[in-house]
């Protein structure tokens, strides 16, 4: 277990957002560039949509997904963010059609396979979350090299969520702190959110400050659901295979008009 970042705090405030002009960014602090979120996370969705309205099998709509990411993952280093985590396998897809399940694991298997030595050249770190047991035993052992060929990086840490569910993990955190109650590891009266966390898939990483969904869905689909807590949350209406630069730039400019209050009163 790693430690546990800065006390979850703060206040969520969700609208469905159009793309404002890529030159809002800055907007609303003076003209200065505001800081960037820390850690943003993603729900790609409307890979099935964008290939369905170019009459284009739904693979197609993964693949062009798949090449957003690249461009998702490049703005997020150029605009110093942190930490992106990207929801890129719910547990809930395995009940996709067994074709879908195969396309989305053959993309994911291309991508470990041959993407990850450039991603490492550019400082980025991979952590990858979720329940990898239900992947094959190829996907997880180049799950597990991503990991590790990139643990020295600093510049970007990328967390995949795979086979992810935050239901599912926030179960699993459970379950290791009643085992450790049960062996007398742990006093229950020491049982606080800090520690809690600290069972967590993402006990190393911090909480999002800001979720971006795409494709006009306003909701969290079982994303994060205890680290949410205080993120800002941006809806936009794009589908996913479509997101690019301005499209991230129209979020973190988002995230910077709204004011975080953590719970505490508003200011005057
Ligand atoms: C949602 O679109 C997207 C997914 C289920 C998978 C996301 C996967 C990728 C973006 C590509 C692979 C990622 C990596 C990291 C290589 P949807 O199929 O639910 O779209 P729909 O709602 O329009 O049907």
Aim: charged content about 25%; overall charge neutral; proline content about 6%.
């Amino acid at each position: 277990m790693g430690s546990v970042p800065g006390p979850a705090a703060g206040t969520t405030d969700a609208q469905t957002t159009p793309t404002p002009p890529p030159d809002a960014v800055g907007r609303g602090n003076g003209g200065a560039v505001p800081a960037p979120p820390g850690h943003v996370a993603l729900i790609m969705d409307g890979n099935g949509r964008w290939a369905m309205a170019r009459g284009l099998p739904r693979a197609a709509g993964h693949s062009a997904g798949a090449e957003a990411v690249r461009r998702c993952v490049h703005a997020a280093i150029s605009r110093g963010v942190g930490y992106l985590t990207l929801y890129a396998f719910s547990s809930e897809n395995w009940r996709r059609t067994p074709d879908e399940v195969a396309d989305l694991t053959s993309l994911l298997r291309y991508y470990l396979r041959h993407k990850v030595a450039e991603l490492s050249r550019e400082g980025v770190r991979i952590r990858i979350i979720g329940d990898l047991s239900r992947f094959d035993d190829d996907v997880r052992a180049e799950a597990k090299r991503a990991e590790d060929v990139t643990a020295g990086n600093r510049r970007l840490t990328l967390v995949l969520a795979l086979s992810y569910g935050g239901r599912a993990d926030i179960m699993q955190a459970a379950r290791h702190v009643a085992l450790a109650v049960r062996d007398g590891a742990l006093d229950p009266e020491r049982l606080d959110e800090a520690l809690f966390g600290r069972f967590l898939l993402t006990a190393d990483l911090p909480d999002p400050d800001l979720i971006i969904r795409t494709s006009g869905e306003c909701r969290l689909s079982n994303f994060l659901l205890w680290q949410s807590a205080y993120a800002e949350l941006v809806f936009l209406d794009t589908l996913w295979p479509d997101f690019n630069e301005q499209h991230f730039d129209a979020a973190l400019d988002v995230f910077a008009r709204r004011e975080r209050r953590f719970g505490a009163r508003p200011s005057l």
